[in-house]
């Protein structure tokens, strides 16, 4: 195809011809200028959706106007016992502007709570065996005036080690089990306020996974399961989700729900930094002053440094879509929308497929991006975004670019670290980790206590992180970590290094031939590669 | 082979120290006069004694323990439980019974090494139901504290040496074993069993738990 043909196939699709611009990859907390080969076909985000002018409005319309049940007002009664369970930190990313969607959902629905009589209202945020949120990230997200109203005794995360405050609703014909919070449980009503920010968010899985314990989530967290999504970005095709949603028949059975999801679009930057997510080539001389000055002041500040400055900056996505009611026909509606969103028409596998791995994922909100986490951004998340087939053929070359340094969290990730230094040394296998480990570390009891009384990830959630990993890692030839600072991050996780992209390129040329078809994921992304 | 837990309890598992104990008993003397004196002395001691255990356990438990000499073993056992009930109980640090509780669940021996005097830690024991424990022990004669301590003193090298023997002897595998501590003088402790933790550590144990990776909890 020719070159100015290939310019024409969607906006989103640019390929790389002589006059193109260098290129802006992330690389941890860095942000580099890579000239790609002639004919590379760089991904990039979609344009932001225009979001909703008036999103009180739109909320208040889900709200009157719910798919497959009664709006909420008509379902409220004086002293009734009520639960708003709301989804956690991990996403947007990096977290919105204030006000969060969810304080504006919170404060309308409190306040129509509050109208008709209902005073026995918990917010429980869903965590599931993420960290805990700390005091002032639960301020942040919910708003100082519903905190200052709930926090702490009424409004507190979720705790899937307390005993007694879960209780067994059920089990599946699998023999899969599901105990969820006791209080969401035995409420007249469970309100659940849902942020959908990728496709495998919001549904069944608000409820089944956000609020379950480990035993429960265990069940369908495991490498035979991501083996079988393909991906689990595409509902349709993901076998996670298929298993959450027979959970989510349970529920359905059990509780009342009131689903509340709403579609944001990815306008991950405001007008400082959104240089980040355009096209190199239409780049104005105000854009290019702006990535200098940014880059040269990055350069001249320390990693962790850099790091606040990043995690600082809030995202300014705004909702495109609310729909409240059941949760099917809602999570319908939103991923539909989402969909129109992300979707990016891509014709044609890749061979090599480069990424670069920026500073943000769910899992390391205002916290490092340690080994484990590049690895399930690369071979999880980057890998999964696709819907139909992968982006990247079967035995293909994917090229990370991340420093890859060995650094962790100690008070959000302890368990990570005795996972990445102790058993992947040993082996890489999931199903060995899975079936000689995982148990041990979900009830070493150090890690469940930094879990309940700390904020930290439950002692399990670093296999999964790897589990996450597993359609990836079956599928890639071989993975280079392009820019690693060291040797020995990338050989435990099993990837070969290079000092740079070009050299990566070679290597993967060298592998796959001198005429491999390149692809680049333009990062940070939110997007997902809808394969013809 | 089975596992254990061993605790370190002052500062570990509940905010109080040998010191809370020393001002209890130094306030119930048999005369107001007495009792005036032992506070006052044991007020005055207290920089002494957090020079000292900085510089070394072994000198602090020498200048501590001489202290009680002089004292009936009748009264520092029949004010006991009143010194549990109205100084420990209260300072048993919530997350502690969460853990123990977590680490019974998975089959663990739980045994507490500690500094403090046997007469004060029984009731403890008993409220958080281990059986298995061993404390520092008063020499008295003819009931009365000489104000030494009668061996193996329990401290930094020793409860390590202890731990080792004990599961020699118990067929406890160390390596599937925990410890948790909030002193850097126990280290020793920390480091013979496969999985260490400090507990509500101070700054000298924070920063060696942060060095070797090791899990940092707050039972507070």
């Known amino acids: ?532 | 082979m089975a596992g254990a837990a061993f605790y370190d309890l002052e500062g570990t598992l509940v905010s109080t120290n040998l010191v809370h104990t020393l001002g209890f008993y130094a306030k119930r003397q048999t005369t107001l006069l007495q009792s005036f004196t032992k506070s006052a002395t044991t007020f005055l001691s207290l920089p002494v004694f957090a020079v000292t255990d900085q510089y070394s356990r072994k000198v602090f438990n020498d200048l501590y323990f001489k202290r009680y000499k002089g004292q009936s073993e009748d009264r520092l056992r029949y004010f006991a439980q009143d010194l549990f009930d109205d100084v420990i109980k209260p300072a048993v640090f919530p997350g502690t019974y969460e853990l123990i509780e977590k680490s019974r669940s998975l089959g663990l021996r739980q045994v507490v090494i500690t500094g403090a005097l046997d007469l004060s830690v029984k009731p403890l024991m008993e409220h958080l139901g281990i059986t298995e424990f061993v404390t520092n022990r008063l020499e008295f004669v003819n009931g009365v504290a000489t104000g030494r301590l009668l061996p193996p003193v329990m401290a930094a090298a020793t409860k390590a040496s202890w731990i080792r023997t004990y599961s020699e002897r118990e067929g406890i595998s160390l390596s599937d074993s925990y410890a948790y501590t909030d002193s850097m003088s126990d280290l020793p402790m920390l480091s013979v069993v496969g999985h260490p933790a400090a507990a509500n550590p101070d700054m000298r144990l924070r920063q060696t738990a942060l060095h070797h990776d090791w899990p940092i909890l707050d039972l507070k």
């Open chain 1, 1 to 532: 195809m020719a070159l100015q043909l290939r310019k024409k196939t969607h906006e989103s699709v640019i390929y790389i011809d002589r006059d193109s611009a260098p290129r802006i990859m992330p690389s941890g907390e860095d942000f580099i200028l890579e000239d790609l080969p002639i004919g590379t076909r760089v991904l990039y985000p979609n344009p932001p959706i225009k979001g909703l002018p008036n999103r009180e409005a739109a909320i208040r319309y889900a709200l009157n106007h719910p798919h497959g049940c009664d709006p909420l007002f008509a379902q409220l009664e004086p002293g009734m016992r009520v639960t708003i369970a709301v989804d956690d930190i991990s996403l947007p990313l990096p977290p919105m502007a204030t006000p969060d969607i969810r304080q504006t959902i919170l404060e309308i629905v409190c306040d129509m709570l509050a109208g008709h009589g209902v005073d026995d209202v918990h917010i429980i945020i869903a965590n599931s065996l993420h960290r805990k949120m700390t005091e002032w990230e639960m301020k942040r997200m919910a708003g100082p005036r519903i905190f200052d109203e709930y926090y702490p005794d009424r409004y507190y995360n979720h705790d899937a080690e307390w005993k007694d405050g879960l209780i067994k609703i059920g089990e599946t014909k699998h023999k899969e089990p599901l105990t969820i919070n006791r209080r969401a449980a035995e409420s007249d009503l469970l309100i659940y306020v849902n942020l959908n920010f990728v496709p495998m968010d919001g549904g069944h899985k608000s409820v089944a996974v956000g609020l379950c314990d480990y035993e429960s989530l265990r069940a369908h967290h495991d490498p035979q399961t991501i083996r079988e999504s393909d991906s689990y970005m595409d509902p349709a095709r993901s076998e996670l989700n298929h298993k959450v949603c027979r959970l989510g028949k349970i529920v359905d059975e059990h509780l009342n729900v009131f689903h509340i999801e709403t579609a944001i679009n990815n306008r991950m930057y405001g007008s400082d930094m959104d240089f980040l997510i355009k096209n190199e080539d239409d780049f104005t001389a105000f854009d290019r002053m702006k990535f200098e000055a940014m880059r040269y002041t990055m350069s001249k500040l320390p990693r962790p440094a850099r790091r606040k400055l990043l995690h600082s900056r809030p995202a300014q996505y705004e909702l495109i879509a609310c729909h409240a009611g059941k949760t099917d026909p809602v999570h319908e509606k939103i991923i539909a929308k989402g969909f129109e969103q992300y979707a990016v028409p891509v014709r044609g596998q890749a061979d090599i497929l480069i990424t670069g791995i920026p500073d943000i994922s769910p899992y390391n909100v205002y916290s490092i991006l340690n080994p484990l986490l590049v690895q399930v951004m690369a071979l999880g998340y980057h890998f999964n975004f696709y819907r139909n087939k992968p982006l990247l053929k079967k035995g293909g070359v994917m090229i990370v670019h991340h420093p890859c340094y060995d650094d962790f969290d100690h008070q959000f990730h302890p368990s990570y670290i005795e996972f990445f230094n102790r058993l992947l040394p040993e082996t890489r296998d999931a199903f060995v980790l899975r079936e000689k480990y995982e148990q041990e570390f979900a009830n070493n009891p150090s890690y469940v206590e930094m879990y309940r009384r700390g904020n930290a990830y439950h002692g399990a959630h670093p296999f999964f992180m790897w589990y996450w990993g597993e359609n990836g890692r079956q599928h890639v030839g071989k993975v280079i970590a392009a820019g690693a600072e060291n040797a020995h991050v990338p050989g435990i996780l099993g990837w070969e290094r290079a000092d740079n992209l070009t050299e990566a390129i070679a290597m993967a040329r060298s592998y796959m031939g001198n005429s491999a078809e390149i692809t680049m994921l333009h990062q940070p992304m939110i997007g997902v590669a809808d394969m013809e």
